[in-house]
């Protein structure tokens, strides 16, 4: 399964991707965390939906750097990412 998320708020240069990466790492997810230049950080992140909607709930969660305000999704089939970069 493979995840996109958008997320919106004040979630560059404050160790966003970072945080993103190793959670991503922890459920075993393979993508990115890339900055957009409109201000959003889009996450990549593949594997088991179970772990994919998990890192989901992360993003939305109260313990990520910066200020979250909204997170977009779309759910689409596996591409096959491998490792998990920051962008």
């Given at each position: 399964m493979r995840l996109t998320a958008f997320v919106q708020g004040r979630v560059q240069g404050v160790g966003f991707r970072w945080w993103t990466r190793a959670r991503?790492?922890?459920?075993g997810l393979a993508g990115s965390a890339t900055n957009l230049a409109d201000g959003?950080?889009?996450v990549v992140a593949e594997?088991?939906?179970?772990?994919?909607?998990?890192?989901?709930?992360a993003l939305q969660g109260p313990d990520t750097p910066g200020t979250v305000v909204h997170v977009?999704?779309?759910?689409?089939?596996a591409r096959g990412e491998q490792g998990f970069v920051e962008r």
């Open positions: 991503a790492l922890e459920l959003r950080v889009q594997g088991p939906r179970a772990a994919a909607a998990a890192l989901l709930a977009g999704e779309q759910w689409g089939a």
